[in-house]
């Protein structure tokens, strides 16, 4: 309880505002672990949160020990470690530590000065427990004997101030400064007394008093009256630090008046701690002190050693060596990272402050002279900022997609000579920013399909790269909404969002859709998103679904229509054509065509590719007058479609020579009905029997160029043409040049009919072909038979 007392006696505040930031607290040692020193937030007139968000810490100078600490919560410095101002300073009567108050954002440096106040916490100690004199008998009154003094590891009021000897008859006790002389007060006899002990006590001046003794055992001998005499008072020596063990620091000497036994000299230490035993030693006879351990210039630069030089019979002198030990150049800088950002966004402007470098050298002078550097070829400098610290900034802009991580290799030399170095690596990486779009490896796509393909098949595929980093270079695919002849363009493909392959939705029709365009868009999973476009064309190719579909004649049984073959036909006439168009395009459409069955098969030929059906020779009286052909369309597909058709020809001059055509005609339900175009006919025979003479008239005198009167007749309607219908040469089609002369026959052997008024364009829609024809005709017979019956 007496200790804290004591403690809370000297402990003290005291800060002082210095202009480069410096503080000064002053306090007791051995203060327990956690005691507080001071609130170093209240006296910076910070808050109390401050060091906790600016990460204040506390750096040590010189040393690798820490004995404070900051409580971040509420400002305060606390002792972290044991304080022993003996250990720590020695006999130095002011002890001071120099401690570093480090605060980031904005960076701030205050230098803190701890005074470590001493307390009486060591005893008076003597070197001996006894101390032995031997003391000539004939020593006069008065003579003095020195001894040697106590040492207290305290110092100034609390180290040794007094000194005692108990009551005796002969000895008194003289003390003057650090001199402690044994007073004869009263001749010895040796014969009375031979030995003589004496207690002698060193009293501090601490608060409690502490002591301690010592035993001098004093023997009478006869006259030893010289004491040894050293050369020197002080000697001073300088030792470079790291020397070599058995390197001689100093020679000390001594000498003695005395002869014999009596003038002989040896030397040892006085008082000294048990560092100075371990790194020096004294040779006893000859005064040599040379190094037997690590001499270390950061640890100590100079010692103070009490020699002591006795005679053979006790008596004894003292002189005090000093050693400075001379710095050398072997500590290498230490780089040490104080502070980091890590990692640092790519988007941050040059000059931004991404870490804290500290370097220190435990060297002095030039030797402790450091230059800090960093490589080139990175966008990072080194700044100096205050005392040992820099600043890593950045000097460029970064962009994580050129590099992405950067090992910066710091480089810290001192001026010493030979200088030293050292380096430290410090790892940055560079976090991604989402600045990059994502880019389609192809300014255009074009996907080709056959039509009729199974929904769902592949089409083609489209990439995108993102060179950012995770979700930020994360590619989407998407279809951008639009139309494809007016349906939404999501009813014909389908993109796969994660690879990016387009897949038909539906099956494709060549005939309705041969072409069309979409847009892909491609987007990143950043915040925001970016993205890119780009046009995928979609081709159709055609595929042989589609059959030829004969135009001209109509398909068997349902037309009524002949051909009129004139009997003076020569070779090579031209008697008809096959019309036939296929919705199919390119090679499957290409139609050929093929009589595959004819009644005479010698007498007519069909063109391959054009359909007109020529004589191949000059039709004889021999020749049946009823020809049937049946003609075979194909197209030049893989596989090949065909169609056929029946084509009815009569060779005839002229009507009245046409016999019964019930076996042409397919339709037997019309018997009642021919009957009455019978006697139509024959009442109207007298017009067309002149009109027939005249055509054999024109016949008669065009004889000798008989191809040209049948070239040519009634044109076939537009209305047998598909509305999409080309033309085009050499696919079996029919030119608009050729015109056709169209019979209709009632199977009646004396009469007959020929129309020969023009079509109308509206008599069948234009999806419709000659299939619908029967029923034109139908209305012509209605039309005759009111007549008839009128």
Same mark, same amino acid.
């Given at each position: ?119 009486? $916490?060591? @005893? ?91 035993? =001098? ?39 003695? +008046?005395?002869? #014999? ?20 030693? =004294? ?9 037997? #351990? ?35 150049? !072997?500590n290498a800088p230490v780089v040490s990272l104080k502070s980091i950002t890590n990692p640092i966004p790519e988007n941050v402007s040059p000059g931004t ?23 080139? #070829? ?12 820099? @600043? ?93 002849? #007016? ?34 868009? +491609? ?139 019930? !076996?042409? @005609?397919? $339709? ?44 040519? +007749? ?46 109308? !364009? ?29």
């Amino acid at each position: 309880m007496g200790l804290k007392m004591i403690a809370s006696c000297f402990y003290f505040l005291l800060f002082v505002n210095a202009a480069y930031g410096d503080m000064s607290y002053s306090f007791p040692e051995e203060m327990k672990r956690g005691s507080v020193i001071g609130n170093m937030a209240k006296d910076l007139g910070l808050g109390t949160g401050a060091f906790s968000n600016r990460r204040a810490r506390i750096d040590t100078d010189g040393t690798d020990k820490r004995y404070c600490d900051i409580n971040l919560n509420n400002g305060e410095l606390i002792v972290a470690d044991r304080i022993d101002r003996e250990g720590l300073c020695g006999e130095k009567a002011s002890c001071i530590l120099k401690q570093e108050l480090v605060l980031e954002n904005p960076l701030e440096l205050h230098r803190i000065s701890l005074h470590i106040q001493d307390i009486n $916490d060591n @005893s008076p100690q003597f070197k001996e427990d006894l101390i032995n004199l031997e003391i000539h008998e004939l020593a006069v009154r008065g003579a003095r004997f020195v001894l040697e003094e106590a040492h207290d590891a305290d110092v100034g009021q609390n180290s040794v101030q007094q000194y005692s000897l108990k009551k005796n008859d002969h000895f008194n006790l003289a003390v003057d400064e650090n001199t402690i002389e044994l007073v004869l007060e009263k001749e010895l006899d040796r014969e009375k007394q031979q030995e003589i002990n004496l207690i002698l006590t060193a009293l501090d001046g601490g608060s409690p008093q502490r002591s301690g003794t010592v035993v =001098i055992h004093v023997t009478v001998l006869d006259a030893n009256d010289n004491a040894p005499v050293f050369s020197q008072a002080v000697y001073k020596a300088s030792l470079p630090e790291n020397s070599p063990v058995d390197t001689v620091v100093v020679t000390v000497s001594a000498t003695d +008046a005395d002869e #014999g036994v009596n003038g002989e000299v040896t030397y040892e230490f006085g008082h000294v701690t048990d560092d100075v035993k371990k790194i020096f030693i =004294i040779d006893r006879k000859i005064g040599e002190i040379r190094v037997i #351990g690590t001499v270390d210039y950061e640890t100590t630069s100079s010692f103070e050693i009490r020699v002591k030089a006795k005679d053979g019979l006790g008596l004894s002198s003292y002189a005090k060596v000093v050693i400075s030990i001379k710095d050398v150049n !072997d500590n290498a800088p230490v780089v040490s990272l104080k502070s980091i950002t890590n990692p640092i966004p790519e988007n941050v402007s040059p000059g931004t402050e991404v870490g804290i470098i500290n370097v220190q050298d435990r060297d002095s002078e030039t030797n402790g002279q450091v230059r800090c550097f960093i490589q080139q #070829g990175v966008p990072f400098k080194l700044v100096p900022s205050i005392k040992n610290y820099y @600043s890593l900034v950045t000097t460029g802009q970064l962009d994580r997609e050129v590099v992405s991580d950067y090992n910066i290799t710091i480089t810290a030399t001192d001026e010493g000579s030979p200088p030293l170095s050292s380096s430290k690596t410090v790892q940055l990486s560079v976090a991604d920013i989402n600045d990059n779009p994502p880019v389609f490896e192809e300014q255009s796509y074009s996907a080709y399909v056959s039509e009729n393909n199974k929904p769902g098949s592949t089409l083609c595929s489209v990439s995108a790269r993102d060179p950012d980093w995770r979700q930020n270079g994360t590619v989407i695919y998407s279809l951008l909404p639009g139309e494809v002849n #007016g349906a939404p363009v999501s009813s014909y493909l389908s993109v796969n969002g994660d690879t990016g392959v387009i897949h038909a939705v539906r099956s494709f029709d060549y005939e309705q859709l041969r072409s069309f365009k979409v847009q892909v868009m +491609a987007r990143d999973n950043g915040s925001p998103p970016l993205s890119s476009n780009v046009s995928v064309s979609v081709f159709i190719s055609d595929v042989n679904d589609n059959s030829p579909q004969i135009l001209y004649p109509a398909p068997e049984g349902n037309s009524f229509m002949t051909e009129l073959v004139p009997k003076a036909a020569h070779e090579g006439s031209l008697v008809s054509k096959v019309i036939a168009v296929d919705a199919d395009s390119g090679q499957n459409a290409w139609l050929s065509y093929h009589i595959v069955k004819s009644t005479d098969p010698g007498l007519f030929t069909i063109g391959l590719h054009s359909g007109e059906i020529r004589t191949q020779r000059d039709i004889s009286e021999s020749d049946s007058m009823k020809q049937n052909l049946i003609v075979s369309v194909k197209d030049n597909g893989q596989p090949s479609l065909s169609a056929t058709c029946s084509m009815y020809l009569l060779i005839s001059d002229n009507l009245a020579e046409v016999p019964e055509l019930k !076996d042409i @005609s397919y $339709d037997e339900k019309n018997s009642k009905l021919t009957s009455y175009l019978i006697i139509a006919l024959v009442s109207v025979s007298t017009f067309f029997l002149t009109f027939i003479i005249i055509i054999l008239g024109v016949r008669f005198c065009r004889r000798r160029k008989p191809r040209l009167l049948f070239d040519g +007749a009634v044109a076939i309607p537009s209305a047998y043409l598909p509305p999409n219908y080309a033309d085009v040469d050499g696919t079996g089609t029919l030119r608009s040049t050729y015109n056709y002369d169209a019979y209709l026959t009632t199977g009646s052997r004396t009469s007959d009919f020929k129309f020969v008024t023009s079509y109308n !364009d509206n008599t069948l829609p234009a999806d419709q072909t000659l299939r619908k024809s029967p029923s034109d005709f139908a209305e012509v017979f209605g039309e005759l038979e009111e007549s008839l019956e009128v």
